[in-house]
């Protein structure tokens, strides 16, 4: 079956480290994944996107890689705030299946000061 | 450039009635997209229109579910009969669309909070 999964444990991280989330998933081939920020009560804010001939995307703190081959992305926060404390979600874009855009469960993380 | 809107914020229903949400996506987008959340986890892709052509409902209960969206602007999410588990946010996003391999993100609303008692 078709899975997507990230780490349903909160990261709790100590402000200024590295955050790392993972995505992984099962039987699909994504054309593109990208990765959204949600805070509580709002709807998904997205962040970066990387498409399946890239090896990595950065953005200021962020970054992304994306291994086709082991079908995992990682999402890195450097250098982290607490402002950066969200839940962040990836997702799959799919694109025999006219661009669906599926997502994982999420992964929550808090920046302690 | 105005976001995608949503109405109701909240709403809070009893089993077995039913519920309609409205969706204004961003002025240009093609593709409309309908997400149920549900506390804890991940959106689900209930429905996704190109234009106002679906273009995978796969995952949307249909004996009591439905949505469409017409003149491919507004839509709007229907479920009739609603039932306990249907308690949930319901997220509606937005994306532009040139051609499959040049996808782009989806802009989210705030999304509709259900609450079935």
């Known amino acids: 079956s078709q899975k997507i999964e990230q780490n349903s444990e909160a990261l709790n991280i100590q402000e200024g480290k590295t955050a790392t989330l993972t995505c992984n998933y099962t039987n699909y081939s994504p054309a593109y994944l990208q990765w959204y920020r949600q805070d509580p009560g709002r709807g998904p804010v997205f962040l970066l996107l990387i498409r399946e001939n890239e090896k990595e995307k950065r953005k200021e703190r962020l970054k992304v890689t994306f291994d086709t081959t082991l079908k995992q992305s990682l999402f890195h926060i450097t250098a982290s705030q607490p402002a950066d404390s969200a839940t962040y979600l990836c997702?799959?874009?799919?694109?025999?299946?006219?661009?669906?855009?599926?997502f994982g469960g999420g992964t929550r993380v808090l920046v302690k000061p | 450039e105005a976001g995608v809107a949503q109405s109701p914020r909240y709403k809070i229903i009893e089993k077995r009635q039913s519920v309609a949400f409205w969706c204004n996506p961003i002025s240009g987008h093609a593709t409309l997209y309908w997400y149920q959340q549900i506390l804890g986890q991940g959106p689900k892709l209930l429905i996704q229109f190109q234009n106002n052509g679906v273009v995978d409902d796969s995952q949307l209960p249909k004996d009591r579910f439905s949505a469409e969206r017409l003149k491919g602007v507004d839509s709007t999410l229907k479920i009739q009969p609603a039932k306990l588990e249907d308690s949930a946010v319901y997220l509606c996003a937005s994306s532009t669309y040139f051609r499959v391999e040049m996808n782009t993100e989806a802009f989210f609303g705030q999304g509709t909070r259900l609450t079935v008692v």
């Open positions: 997702a799959l874009g799919i694109k025999a299946a006219g661009n669906k855009l599926t």
